[in-house]
């Protein structure tokens, strides 16, 4: 009954490769977000999703794209993966003020 | 513009001590704040929030943070700390519409001693 999911929880891939990260929610949350963490542990939002629309887009390089299928699901690609890409990735979704983030997925690019 | 500090990156605690991790942050409007831990490996479990009314809120596993509008500071304290509590802390902020992008401080890495 885990209410904000991710898989995978590691992911290793070389530099240039193409990869998803998803994630899946069972709150009934209307809102959900992807969130990066670097290596110095800064959590900055990346992007946000209402209802399947997208409402926050930071500035992202364009090789990111979010696809969220219905309002559960927003799931993270990444083209052309770059050694900078490497971070832990959050889910999150939240109905209101209060957010609930997924276990992570650590990225590793080589 | 939004920011959070945690002016402290370790904090070493003994067991059983009290326990106090600062949180300072700037912001144009009344603030929504948040204390948020992240055990190694693990996501992030929210500990308390604050939005209104009460200044001193209380959240999980003993927790408690108080809100002084005239320090812009929100201060997460627990009187007794549990070797089980060792993780890094986050404090955030964000405004009150929905699709609220939280900006959260580096963190705070606690250690507890026995």
């Known amino acids: 009954d885990t209410a904000v999911s991710q898989t995978p929880k590691y992911l290793v891939t070389q530099m240039g490769n193409d990869k998803s990260i998803k994630c899946e929610q069972n709150?009934?949350?209307?809102?959900m977000y992807w969130y990066k963490q670097d290596s110095k542990k800064f959590l900055k939002i990346m992007f946000s999703?209402?209802?399947?629309?997208?409402?926050i887009n930071e500035t992202v390089p364009n090789r990111f794209s979010p696809k969220s299928p219905d309002k559960a699901h927003l799931n993270l690609h990444i083209n052309s993966l770059e050694l900078g890409d490497s971070a832990v990735y959050f889910c999150?979704?939240?109905?209101?003020?209060?957010?609930?983030f997924g276990p992570g997925t650590r990225l590793t690019v080589l | 513009a939004q920011s959070v500090t945690q002016p402290d990156i370790h904090i070493t605690v003994s067991e059983g001590a009290s326990l106090e991790l600062r949180c300072n942050y700037s912001y144009g409007a009344t603030p929504y704040l948040f204390w948020y831990v992240q055990s190694p490996g693990q996501g992030l479990q929210l500990l308390l929030k604050?939005?209104?009314?009460?200044?001193l809120v209380q959240g999980i596993k003993g927790f408690e943070a108080e809100f002084k509008r005239s320090q812009s500071s929100f201060n997460l304290r627990k009187p007794s700390v549990h070797w089980s509590d060792a993780a890094e802390y986050f404090c955030?902020?964000?405004?009150?519409?929905?699709?609220?992008?939280?900006?959260f401080g580096a963190g705070t890495i606690l250690r507890v001693k026995s």
């Open positions: 999150a979704s939240s109905s209101g003020q209060e957010k609930y």
């Open positions: 604050y939005f209104s009314g009460d200044t």
């Open positions: 955030a902020v964000g405004p009150a519409e929905y699709g609220n992008k939280l900006v």
């Open positions: 709150l009934g949350h209307d809102t």
């Open positions: 999703y209402n209802n399947k629309e997208l409402i």
